[in-house]
């Protein structure tokens, strides 16, 4: 028992001890532990008020948390000290309505400076904001008056849109803001990857609960279409939780405050929008009447980003979408919209053409598209990287561009002008025919296709194909079987050879051959008046 009187004793000098000794670390006493001249003045305070307001934790340590006497046991709050009143009814200082939201709110949430910033008012209030502080008075009591549930020393969660906010609290306030928020902690974001162990708090490096995204670290001004345009464009989603109310979930409408921008992305795009109106290449309607360059078509996350405000399936209303359906049969804009739900049919054409296009007006357009659908012909053939997820997708004009592939073995690139196509491997490397009205029939149009003495895989060189046609007069259909074409003859269109194995044509049907032995390449003729015995070709 001795031994802890004799212990307790020792920790009591000690803690006198080093209150009576100068500090070279602090200001706040001189070289014989005392508080220097003018400390306390009755008429302005003195020296202590703002020395107090640098360091608040200087005072604890002599004075106690609570301010009320320590282990010098001289409360910060006595009715005279030295002739002086200090403060003997308590902490005070705030102004009349103070308890107002728009009165301590915006301390609360200004620059950690002085009296300002959410980590002083843990000084009087408590390091949990409920009263354990010289104050005595609990902000999370005060607040579940209006929002019983709560356990914040803020507004409600979410805590966004309008003028209170958490987007206009200073980022000197991150510590104060990990308390609760550390890792993501009581917040429907969780920041990904997690920041290191031991990284000091801040606003935008994953220790509480976001990342970089818009500020400091990105293109300047991060305002300007082409700099946060292509980070939105990845996936929309991703503002929402900052930008929009809802913060999660559907029908976000991206209007909260940010900086000077009251109406936030609305300010610049139109209202229940966060993307250029209407949002197709060259197309006017955005604010200011600039031509867009910019299409939904390259937008990534398609699918779930625009259901967001487009319903379900894209559907509209019937999706429970507050924006229109993307499969609308009345124009858009002037935009006839999608066929079929570009949901279920993300990357395909279909979802507004017809396989293969088969209407009277754009973007579905027949013309000779039926005549060119083979299994071994995408539509890439003629609309080489023009197709969806590029920016000329759907921008209002008929883009062509035709794929290598398809290039001629004459040389000169595919190349298409005035409604038709050069140089195209697929017609011989000869001018077809126009898009819109031209026709070839397979059975007596041969020629528009396969030349004579041309260096083109299909031209007819070999053998006695010039006897056959310059001597003898015949037509190519006296040989070949134009009903074996859509089997054997079209179906190798993409490859070097262009077409099939002409052989598999010849004989049969209404030709004047039987049989054709393409091993030792004879030929037998239906009626040897017509022309020969079986001869080698």
């Known amino acids: 028992m001795k031994l802890v009187h004799l212990a307790t004793m020792l920790l009591l000098s000690i803690g006198l001890w080093a209150c009576s000794q100068g500090n070279d670390n602090t200001v706040l006493l001189d070289s014989t532990g005392k508080h220097p001249d003018l400390w306390a003045v009755a008429a302005t305070g003195g020296k202590h008020p703002a020395e107090y307001i640098a360091k608040p934790d200087s005072c604890d340590e002599c004075h106690g948390s609570d301010l009320r006497g320590g282990i010098t046991n001289i409360s910060c709050f006595s009715a005279s000290r030295s002739g ?21 709110g915006v301390n609360a949430k200004s620059a950690a400076v002085g009296v300002l910033g959410m980590a002083f008012c843990k000084n009087c209030h408590g390091a949990d904001y409920r009263g354990a502080g010289s104050a005595n008075k609990d902000c999370i009591g005060c607040h579940r008056l209006t929002t019983p549930t709560t356990n914040a020393p803020h507004s409600p969660a979410p805590w966004r849109g309008g003028t ?12 104060a803001c990990a308390v609760c928020h550390s890792g993501g902690a009581n917040s429907p974001i969780i920041p990904s990857p997690p920041a290191p162990a031991g990284t000091p708090p801040d606003c935008f490096n994953n220790t509480l609960c976001h990342g970089a995204v818009g500020h400091a670290g990105d293109p300047q001004p991060w305002v300007a279409a082409a700099n946060h345009g292509a980070r939105a464009k990845t996936n929309l989603g991703t503002c929402q939780s900052c930008h929009a109310t809802p913060a999660s979930g559907v029908n976000p409408r991206f209007n909260v405050a940010k900086t000077n921008l009251a109406n936030g992305c609305e300010n610049c795009h139109l209202a229940n929008t966060a993307h250029p109106t209407p949002w197709l290449t060259g197309r006017v309607g955005t604010p200011g009447n600039i031509a867009n360059t910019t299409s939904h078509a390259t937008a990534g996350s398609l699918a ?16 429970g979408g507050t ?16 066929a079929t739900s570009p949901a279920a049919n993300p990357s395909g054409c279909s979802s507004c053409h017809g396989n293969p296009p088969n209407g009277a007006t754009a973007p579905n357009r027949a013309f000779a598209h039926a005549a060119h659908t083979f299994s071994n012909v995408a539509c890439a053939a003629c609309h080489n990287n023009l197709g969806f997820g590029t920016i000329a997708h759907a921008d209002g004009t008929v883009n062509v561009a035709l794929s290598p592939t398809f290039q001629a073995q004459s040389g000169g690139a595919p190349s298409y002008s005035a409604d ?16 819109a009205s031209g026709t070839i029939n397979v059975d007596t149009n041969c020629t528009l296709c396969h030349a004579s003495g041309t260096t083109q895989n299909n031209s007819y060189n070999s053998g006695d194909h010039a006897f056959h046609i310059n001597d003898a007069g015949l037509a190519c259909t006296a040989c070949h079987d134009t009903t074996n074409l859509s089997l054997s003859h079209f179906t190798h269109l993409e490859t070097p050879a262009m077409e099939g194995p002409a052989a598999a044509t010849i004989g049969g049907g209404n030709t004047n051959v039987i049989s054709y032995d393409p091993v030792t390449r004879s030929c037998a003729p239906s009626s040897t008046g017509f022309c020969h015995n079986t001869r080698i070709w």
Not at 93 to 99: K, N, R, S, T, V
């Open 304 to 319: 779930t980003a625009c259901a967001l405000c487009h319903g379900s399936a894209l559907n509209g209303s019937a999706g």
């Open 164 to 175: 209170r906010t958490h987007v206009t609290t200073d980022p000197s306030n991150a510590a």
């Open 84 to 104: 002086i009143n200090c403060h003997p009814a308590g902490p005070s200082g705030h102004p009349a309505g103070f308890a107002a939201p728009g009165l301590h």
């Open 323 to 338: 924006a229109p359906s993307c499969m609308s049969a009345t124009a858009i804009s002037g935009i006839s919209c999608h």
């Open 420 to 435: 038709q196509c050069t140089n195209v491997s697929c017609h011989g490397g000869q001018t077809t025919p126009p898009w």
